[in-house]
């Protein structure tokens, strides 16, 4: 009889010690669980916020900045064709006229804020490698390898700008209908169109409006793969995307000097 509660003690014991296993085992497996559910939730929510940092990035290059290089580029077309005909000065008007777009300025800028948080916490939470190295090539290559390009241009350039600028033009005060006196800019002589400084400073605003269009295209067909890319990514795996922002050009965006910072 003896023996016999032994091995029930034995038996119970024995049961109690699985169960107590069963309960561990799922325990951990439930913890396990909810650590790749937050995993996933972070992912998610990283990647989104980068997929509408670059929709930000494209609406305010394409609503800001394209239509500055756009203007840029049309004041050197009406300069150039000036240059070429070998035309006599056409007036103040119309030579400012082209001139003021001729000398138009812009800063490109990106956003990198959701990359540099992401990477703050590890890019190793990224469970997908070829996204992951997509981004690092993105954020720490492309973009900054073009806009040092653009500065290095602007550095290169900058120097012959200004000092025919200050050569060539002098401030000219107007007393406007309301009594008040407006300051503008005009050649200091007519013969401008056959000074060498100012084709010097022709051909620099040129090299400059053509780095700048050449490295800003490269920077939008990046930009348009890239959310592309995202959004075949976020389809496969389920993830909700079309996020409502407040504006998809953000603050920035709502600040026309955001975009129109000087370059000198």
Known sequence: MQKNKVTTYLLYAFGEIILVMIGILLALEVNNWNEQQQKREFESRSLVEIY???KSDSARISQWIMPRLNNKKKGINAIGQLLEDRMN???????????????????????YGPFEALKGNGLDKISSPEVRYWLIDLYESLFP????????????????????????????AFKGENG?????????????????????????????????????????EAIQKSLAFLRGYFQEQGIEFEIKTVKEVGIRGLLQDSTSLTNR
């Not at 103040?92 to 300025?105: C, H, I, K, T």
């Open 180 to 220: 008040n006196y407006n300051t503008y800019t005009l050649p200091k002589s007519k013969n401008i169109l056959t000074e060498e400084l100012f084709i010097e400073l022709f051909r620099a605003e040129q090299r400059r409006a053509e780095e700048l269009d050449r490295r800003t295209r490269t920077m939008m």
């Open 52 to 54: 509408n940092s670059l």
């Open 89 to 111: 000065y056409p007036g103040d008007s119309v030579f400012m006229q082209a001139y003021y777009l001729f000398d138009e300025r812009m800063q490109v800028s990106i956003n």
């Open 145 to 172: 390898r073009q806009i040092d390009f653009i500065k290095l241009n602007i550095e290169a350039t900058e120097p012959v700008i200004q000092d025919a600028q200050r050569a060539l033009f002098k401030p000219v």
